[in-house]
């Protein structure tokens, strides 16, 4: 027992290695990684899967550094052990995760899993005669959590295998996890339908108004050119390490011209005099000469004034270390450092939210070369916003006869992986497509993954398809129960890097299948129209990604929301440099990443808590993936209602959408 123990704390051990957590420096390391040890055995988790739940919930409750305490961890444990509740009981007849000794080999426990009962000292084999109120023993309390009993009325789940496993002999068939699974996992799920979150600021209705009239069309979908969207494969993996550093340097170039614009970073304020002058010298029509704008200034140049420097931030590391407050590097741009590298001295900034990849803006001095001191950080500017004119908003949403009745657009929107870890049935999806037709919305967006390449039967090669064979009959299953019940509704499909049917590269063309009417094949990530509003998605965990690499002070308690942020901030769908490991980016088409403007709806799938969030005009929503291992997942359902009339101005003038004042964000159980 000791060595397999002695195996599984170091496999614990080097998976927070692998997340940049030092958990064997910490003082009592050896006793966090015992306890860490007997959580993977308590609620059956490898160390991988284990560190990244850690991770997870170490983000969400923001823990400094992600570091495990014996207090956090009991928190962690309780939380394992809520979530277990919605899954089956893993008992000895399934998976005995206890390390048995001579000592302990011959208990009740572990002879029960045989159908033997053991009767003193005296094993005698037979037709066991427990009561189920005494079955549980003693030795089960660290296996069995206590609101997993009868009482729960959980265990009933399991009567169609022919009772509970402790009274089954242990046989190939009682070990098998997808068919003992299946059915306390999703199947026997709790809380279909229920609202997680609803976001509601103006407490509007959360039902679309009946159908009174149809407009023409009656939702718009619209991929434009100008928005950097991919519409086809390309050929890749031929990029050369020059074209990924001018892309490097392009972002950083026009996001300081940017924030220059922006923030008037180097507009001097004239004196009374001077602008009378000016306008003096305008009157009379003469010329006036201007001085040559100031620039930024080299990042490595000298300085005990102040002065503006911009670039990128960087890790002080050899590509593997994680970002903090004294590894921060801010690289310059080509034109203006000519691609110098100096040490950041973030005391004397107030605030601050930085990770690597982001381009920034600074105020501060450089008294020697090789070490900047800022007092001021712009952490990037965001795109405009689009604007539409008040006659289109009229003819989207109101019917030219009367001004009194307004449509609202309705869409969902759902996350893969469409089916749970222990089969591939699909049944969360077609409990979805159930809600589609019963709701009918306007759009249907389904991001990837569809064929999950992390599913553990297609890891393990237990199928007998093509992973292109599974994706079409997902996909011809979606189409044909949409059609035939909610005719109207517009489906959209985007990929995932996840997909297994396709390229795994980033920026990801659209799918390639052929495409019926009101079926539409985006790329990722996409940004495109439906009616006036502005969507943009992408389904790389890009909050996740970031969430490890950020260092922060005083930015307040709302982490969602400052990550999300970044990405309108930076105007990239991934502005992490250099990308987490799985994501494969192509920097000859890395332009499709761009946020061309700020979208009104930003859809940000992860596997941190779901949310809906208004950010300063933008409606941030991350939907939660369809399904989690065996359980249930979330998706989303946005009711976007008609601006009040009396807000649409009668002038030519354009208006600013203001989306997240009017809509209504349900995040639901499936």
Same mark, same amino acid.
């Given at each position: 027992?000791?060595?397999?123990m002695?195996?599984?704390?170091a496999?614990?051990?080097?998976?927070?290695?692998?997340?940049?957590?030092?958990?064997?420096?910490?003082?009592?390391?050896?006793?966090?990684?015992?306890?860490?040890v007997?959580?993977?055995?308590?609620?059956d988790?490898?160390?991988?899967?284990?560190?990244?739940?850690?991770?997870?919930?170490a983000?969400?409750?923001?823990?400094?550094?992600?570091?495990?305490?014996?207090?956090?961890?009991?928190r962690?444990?309780?939380?394992?052990?809520?979530?277990?509740?919605?899954?089956?009981?893993?008992?000895?007849?399934?998976?005995?995760?206890?390390?048995?000794?001579?000592?302990?080999?011959?208990?009740?426990?572990?002879?029960?899993?045989f159908?033997?009962e053991?009767?003193?000292?005296?094993?005698?084999?037979?037709?066991?005669?427990?009561?189920?109120?005494?079955?549980?023993?003693?030795?089960?309390a660290?296996?069995?959590?206590?609101?997993?009993?009868?009482?729960?009325?959980?265990?009933?789940?399991?009567?169609?295998?022919?009772?509970?496993?402790s009274?089954?002999?242990?046989?190939?068939?009682?070990?098998?996890?997808?068919?003992?699974?299946?059915?306390?996992?999703?199947?026997?799920?709790?809380?279909?339908?229920?609202?997680?979150?609803?976001?509601?600021?103006?407490?509007?209705?959360?039902?679309?108004?009946?159908?009174l009239?149809?407009l023409?069309?009656?939702?718009?979908?619209?991929?434009?050119?100008?928005?950097?969207?991919?519409?086809?494969?390309?050929?890749?993996?031929?990029?050369?390490?020059?074209?990924?550093?001018?892309?490097?340097?392009?972002?950083v170039?026009?996001?300081s011209?940017?924030?220059?614009?922006?923030?008037?970073?180097?507009?001097?304020?004239?004196?009374?005099?001077?602008?009378?002058?000016?306008?003096?010298?305008?009157?009379?029509?003469?010329?006036?000469?201007?001085e040559?704008?100031?620039?930024?200034?080299a990042?490595?140049?000298?300085?005990?004034?102040?002065?503006?420097?911009s670039g990128?931030?960087?890790?002080?590391?050899?590509?593997?270390?994680?970002?903090?407050?004294?590894?921060v590097?801010?690289?310059?741009?080509?034109?203006?450092?000519?691609?110098a590298?100096?040490?950041?001295?973030?005391t004397?900034?107030?605030?601050?939210?930085?990770f690597?990849?982001?381009?920034?803006?600074?105020?501060?001095?450089?008294?020697?070369?090789?070490?900047?001191?800022?007092?001021?950080?712009?952490?990037?500017?965001?795109?405009?916003?689009?604007?539409?004119?008040?006659?289109?908003f009229v003819?989207?949403?109101?019917?030219?006869?009367?001004?009194?009745?307004?449509?609202?657009?309705?869409?969902?929107?759902?996350?893969?992986?469409?089916?749970?870890?222990?089969?591939?049935? $699909?049944? =969360? +999806?077609?409990?979805?497509?159930?809600? &589609? !037709?019963?709701?009918?919305?306007? #759009?249907?967006? /389904?991001?990837? @993954?569809?064929?999950?390449?992390?599913?553990?039967?297609?890891?393990?090669?237990?199928v007998?398809?093509?992973?292109?064979?599974?994706?079409?009959?997902?996909?011809?299953?979606?189409?044909?129960?949409?059609?035939?019940?909610?005719?109207?509704?517009?489906?959209?499909?985007?990929?995932?890097?996840?997909?297994?049917?396709?390229?795994?590269?980033?920026?990801q063309?659209?799918?390639?299948?052929?495409?019926?009417?009101?079926?539409?094949?985006?790329?990722?990530?996409v940004?495109?129209?439906?009616?006036?509003?502005?969507?943009?998605?992408?389904?790389?965990d890009?909050?996740?990604?970031?969430?490890?690499q950020?260092?922060?002070?005083?930015?307040?308690?709302?982490?969602?929301?400052?990550?999300?942020?970044h990405?309108?901030?930076q105007?990239? $769908?991934? =502005? +992490?440099?250099?990308?987490?490991?799985? &994501? !494969?980016?192509?920097?000859?088409? #890395?332009?499709? /990443?761009?946020? @061309?403007?700020?979208?009104?709806?930003?859809?940000v799938?992860?596997?941190l808590?779901?949310?809906?969030?208004?950010?300063?005009?933008?409606?941030?929503i991350?939907?939660g993936?369809?399904?989690?291992?065996?359980?249930g997942?979330?998706?989303?359902?946005?009711?976007?209602?008609a601006?009040?009339?009396?807000?649409?101005?009668?002038d030519?003038?354009?208006?600013?959408?203001n989306?997240?004042?009017?809509?209504?964000?349900?995040?639901?159980?499936?």
């Amino acid at each position: 027992g000791g060595a397999a123990m002695t195996s599984t704390e170091a496999s614990v051990l080097h998976e927070f290695s692998e997340q940049n957590v030092n958990l064997a420096a910490a003082a009592d390391g050896s006793l966090l990684a015992a306890k860490c040890v007997q959580l993977c055995a308590q609620h059956d988790l490898q160390p991988s899967a284990f560190v990244d739940k850690w991770m997870a919930y170490a983000i969400n409750n923001q823990l400094p550094d992600s570091l495990p305490t014996e207090r956090a961890l009991e928190r962690f444990g309780n939380e394992l052990q809520k979530a277990s509740r919605r899954k089956p009981v893993v008992t000895s007849a399934v998976v005995d995760t206890t390390i048995h000794t001579k000592d302990t080999i011959m208990t009740d426990d572990f002879l029960s899993s045989f159908g033997v009962e053991s009767v003193g000292n005296i094993s005698v084999k037979g037709e066991p005669e427990v009561e189920p109120a005494q079955k549980p023993p003693a030795t089960k309390a660290a296996v069995t959590p206590k609101p997993h009993t009868a009482g729960r009325g959980r265990m009933t789940k399991r009567k169609p295998m022919g009772g509970s496993p402790s009274k089954q002999p242990l046989s190939p068939s009682s070990l098998s996890s997808p068919e003992s699974l299946k059915d306390g996992g999703y199947a026997g799920r709790q809380n279909a339908g229920h609202v997680e979150v609803l976001y509601n600021p103006e407490n509007r209705s959360t039902e679309k108004p009946p159908m009174l009239f149809r407009l023409d069309p009656d939702v718009r979908l619209i991929m434009s050119k100008e928005m950097h969207n991919l519409d086809r494969p390309y050929r890749y993996m031929f990029e050369k390490s020059m074209a990924r550093a001018d892309s490097l340097n392009d972002r950083v170039h026009y996001l300081s011209a940017a924030m220059r614009r922006e923030y008037a970073l180097f507009k001097k304020q004239e004196t009374e005099l001077e602008a009378a002058a000016r306008a003096l010298a305008a009157d009379d029509g003469e010329v006036v000469d201007e001085e040559e704008p100031e620039d930024f200034a080299a990042v490595s140049l000298p300085s005990q004034e102040p002065v503006h420097v911009s670039g990128l931030i960087c890790v002080d590391a050899l590509g593997e270390g994680k970002l903090n407050r004294s590894s921060v590097l801010l690289e310059g741009g080509m034109q203006v450092s000519a691609g110098a590298r100096v040490r950041l001295n973030l005391t004397e900034a107030p605030s601050y939210s930085l990770f690597p990849g982001q381009v920034v803006a600074m105020q501060g001095v450089n008294s020697l070369g090789d070490c900047f001191t800022p007092f001021k950080i712009y952490q990037g500017c965001r795109a405009p916003q689009a604007q539409t004119t008040p006659q289109d908003f009229v003819n989207h949403y109101f019917s030219a006869d009367t001004a009194s009745d307004a449509q609202a657009l309705d869409m969902m929107i759902a996350t893969g992986p469409y089916t749970p870890d222990d089969n591939l049935e $699909y049944r =969360p +999806l077609e409990d979805l497509l159930d809600v &589609v !037709n019963h709701v009918s919305p306007d #759009v249907l967006l /389904l991001a990837g @993954p569809f064929v999950d390449i992390d599913h553990p039967m297609i890891k393990n090669a237990e199928v007998s398809k093509t992973f292109e064979e599974l994706m079409a009959e997902v996909v011809a299953r979606i189409i044909s129960r949409v059609r035939a019940e909610s005719k109207d509704t517009q489906i959209v499909f985007v990929p995932s890097l996840s997909d297994a049917a396709h390229d795994g590269v980033f920026p990801q063309p659209p799918f390639q299948f052929e495409q019926p009417e009101n079926v539409h094949c985006f790329s990722n990530p996409v940004t495109f129209a439906v009616k006036e509003m502005i969507v943009g998605i992408s389904t790389t965990d890009v909050l996740f990604h970031m969430s490890g690499q950020e260092v922060s002070s005083e930015q307040g308690g709302d982490r969602l929301g400052r990550l999300s942020k970044h990405l309108l901030d930076q105007r990239s $769908y991934y =502005p +992490l440099y250099p990308p987490a490991g799985g &994501v !494969n980016i192509d920097f000859d088409h #890395v332009a499709h /990443l761009r946020l @061309p403007v700020t979208p009104d709806i930003l859809i940000v799938p992860s596997r941190l808590s779901y949310f809906a969030k208004n950010l300063d005009g933008c409606l941030v929503i991350n939907p939660g993936h369809l399904t989690k291992r065996r359980a249930g997942g979330t998706y989303a359902r946005v009711v976007v209602h008609a601006p009040r009339r009396v807000d649409i101005r009668e002038d030519r003038k354009k208006l600013i959408h203001n989306v997240p004042s009017r809509a209504v964000v349900q995040i639901i159980r499936v």
